[in-house]
């Protein structure tokens, strides 16, 4: 049995969370993205009744209100994962249409107006929704598997006849075994000319089988495939699909923890050109005019001071076409909370 990591979810929350963005992803309506933690949701209703919006807004704001004051007489109406409850509303022929879900994780405290659900903190914290190829062969199998969270998208399997051994000894056992070896070679590149086909924007290229056969074949991809590969144990073709679904989960795990790191250091590397930015009020006069390429924001900010600040400065990020990366990971969280939970990288210097 796995154990989890603290900043894995369980296969079974992470296929019903895909399932649930899957169909988010298909709505194209302005939309307003309401995350905030169990028993929030009194300081939630009161962040929904400031500012000013257009009439439609406040109709959709006013009806995700009134489900706010349903759920928390019933929190487990949106799921039995409910550390965070997540509210999406959007007009579809003049109606209103909205959808919920809670999750066991800590999700940022977002309130979010945009022309679609705001879904990052799923991908950035829970790792949904991103493209995966996942790699199962032996030296006369293969079988390649486009994962789109937790859909496959596409599948294809490869096979050979390959002779196990020559009874013979001597010489024709030497090019027996050659032959053998070459037609394995052929085998894995043909394998591999597959890959590059299925492969367009994955994350991730998972690579796992019985024997040698997957570090025979990793020789076999070009320099673009082999930094997306990682090694992934216990995995074969009887593997079931709760097991495929943890091992994926676990390496985009471990990959989201890389890139969080790359881009602190990448900030560290820009600080001495004057490329980013640390105060908050720095940071917002920086996104009013859209000189902000990337916004660091500790998934913990809705406990800092300037909490409603940094709500506005996600909605500009938003609309300002920034990146917005939330990062969980304690150390960084501490490192963040020391700057108001917020770090800038700009796109020019700014006076």
Not at 45 to 60: P, T
Not at 119 to 124: N, S, V, Y
Not at 148 to 164: F, M, N, T, W
Not at 173 to 197: C, D, E, P, S, W
Request: proline content about 2%; charged content about 30%.
């Amino acid at each position: 049995m796995s154990t989890l990591d603290s900043s894995e979810i369980s296969s079974s929350e992470w296929l019903s969370l895909n399932r649930f963005l899957h169909d988010l992803k298909q709505v194209n309506h302005r939309c307003v993205s309401v995350y905030y933690p169990y028993g929030k949701g009194d300081e939630t209703i009161s962040l929904l009744h400031e500012g000013k919006r257009n009439e439609a807004i406040e109709k959709i704001e006013l009806k995700i209100q009134n489900r706010i004051l349903q759920l928390r007489k019933n929190p487990k109406s949106v799921g039995k994962f409910a550390k965070t409850l997540c509210i999406f509303g959007w007009m579809h022929n003049g109606k209103i249409v909205l959808k919920e879900i809670g999750t066991s994780k800590k999700l940022p405290y977002v309130y979010m107006v945009h022309k679609k659900p705001y879904l990052k903190p799923f991908g950035d914290i829970l790792k949904t929704n991103h493209d995966v190829l996942l790699v199962t062969l032996d030296q006369k199998t293969a079988r390649i598997q486009k994962f789109h969270g937790s859909q496959i998208l596409q599948e294809s399997k490869l096979r050979i006849d390959l002779q196990g051994r020559h009874k013979k000894g001597g010489q024709s056992q030497g090019r027996f075994l050659r032959a053998r070896q070459t037609k394995i070679h052929v085998f894995f590149k043909k394998v591999a000319n597959k890959v590059r086909a299925m492969d367009s924007n994955s994350k991730l290229i998972l690579l796992g089988g019985s024997g040698n056969a997957k570090t025979e074949f990793y020789d076999e991809l070009d320099s673009e495939l082999s930094k997306k590969c990682r090694f992934v144990e216990n995995l074969s073709f009887s593997t079931s699909s709760k097991e495929i679904h943890e091992k994926i989960i676990h390496h985009l795990c471990r990959h989201r923890r890389k890139q969080v790191v790359e881009l602190l250091a990448k900030y560290e590397k820009l600080v001495k050109d004057g490329l980013t930015a640390r105060r908050n009020n720095v940071i917002y006069k920086a996104l009013e005019i859209g000189a902000v390429d990337t916004l660091i924001v500790s998934a913990n900010y809705h406990t800092d001071s300037q909490f409603k600040n940094i709500l506005k400065m996600l909605e500009i990020a938003k609309n300002t076409s920034a990146t917005i990366e939330f990062v969980v990971s304690p150390n960084i969280i501490k490192k963040l909370d020391m700057d108001n939970s917020v770090l800038a990288i700009l796109r020019y210097k700014i006076k």
